[in-house]
């Protein structure tokens, strides 16, 4: 369960800056500006107050427990800092920082001692490499993304921080809203399946967005997608479909692409909508989260002209639906109701 990444009490940002062209300055005003109930902690090692707010120099430094540590400080100092969060307690973790395996060499050796320390002191952890998280729900914006986005019953996760800024400015232009809204970075810790389990069944998520590059577990990945769209729908984008894509995938993230036979196999097999666009993404995502689910695979459909209702016809039945037949009976409450030629 991932509660203290989501729905903490407390929040302490680790890297917290009283100037506002710095990272660390952006994350702290998203968390205290768009209506975070909980404590919130700006960790500086000499500041006494930021953006109006009592600092400390440390974690250990915090007289009271901390739920959530957010991590904005080079990739070189960031191992100290999870150190002291898994002596103070913390239970989840969103890192930030960049420079771990997606710049390779030592970055890779570095992700795997924070993983690996992630893990001796059980903690939760989203990143590295990651723009960070947003819960409408529960208000919390610990990312240093420019806009919070509307509320809406979509969960999002994606595994590019660019992406998720330009679908957070598109979002707010169309009135689109979110329940939640997660960068994955390099999914040291939390990854595609972890949100799977945890959204699935969630009841302020109708729908389950993904943006993939590469899936860490396949078997895991199949088997609880398969759970969740029982319930919920998911729509899947998976980049790196092509060789040029392939080797963008692993500068990016540091993502294996797999193989694409592999993942169309993966998603019909676990039940994932697949979109082959942005766009498509979108409008499976519209959708599924303001329309209800129908429970069988028997259509309607309602026109003003032949041309489209042929064509719509021709769509349906490409998806695997059956147009409904209509008794005796509906068409005569129909031709009563509906204008004559």
């Known amino acids: 369960m991932l509660e203290a990444i989501f729905a903490p009490q407390s929040v302490a940002i680790v890297g917290a800056s009283p100037d506002p062209s710095k990272l660390g300055h ?56 999870v150190d002291e969060c898994g002596r103070k307690g913390v239970r989840g973790l969103v890192v930030i920082s960049a420079g771990f395996k997606e710049v390779g060499g030592t970055g890779k050796e570095l992700e795997r001692k924070l993983i690996a320390l992630v893990r001796s002191y059980n903690m939760r952890m989203v990143g590295p490499n990651c723009l960070g998280i ?77 943006y993939l590059e590469g899936i860490n577990d396949g078997a895991a990945f ?26 963008a995938i692993s500068s990016h993230t540091g993502s294996l692409a797999g193989s694409e036979n592999a993942y169309e196999a993966a998603f019909n097999q676990s039940g994932i909508l697949r979109a082959r666009s942005m766009e ?23 026109t003003n002209a032949g041309g489209p209702g042929i064509i719509a016809t021709d769509a349906a039945e490409r998806s695997g639906l059956a147009l409904a037949q209509f008794t005796p009976e509906t068409i005569a409450a129909l031709q009563r109701e509906l204008p004559g030629q």
């Open 134 to 210: 947003i819960d409408t729900t529960t208000k919390l914006n610990a990312s240093f993304a420019a806009l919070m986005p509307n509320p809406g019953q979509i969960a999002f996760m994606s595994q590019s921080g660019a992406l998720c800024t330009a679908i957070l400015d598109w979002s707010k232009n169309e009135g689109i809203g979110f329940s939640r809204f997660v960068s994955l970075g390099n999914k040291g810790d939390v990854d595609e399946v972890s949100l799977l389990q945890e959204w699935g069944g969630d009841a302020d998520n109708r729908v389950i967005l993904a």
């Open 26 to 81: 952006r994350v702290l005003r998203n968390v205290v500006d768009n209506g975070f109930t909980g404590r919130v902690i700006p960790i500086h090692p000499t500041a006494a107050h930021v953006l109006d707010l009592p600092a400390y120099p440390s974690l250990s430094a915090v007289p009271d427990p901390i739920d959530l540590a957010v991590i904005v400080v080079p990739a070189a100092a960031v191992l100290a800092v």
């Open 280 to 302: 498509e993404l979108f409008d499976y995502a519209l959708a599924f989260a303001y329309q209800p689910l129908i429970p069988g695979k028997r259509v309607a459909i309602v």
């Open 222 to 247: 199949i088997k609880t997608a398969r759970e969740v769209t029982r319930e919920t729908p998911v729509i899947a984008i998976k980049s790196g479909t092509t060789q040029a894509g392939t080797r």
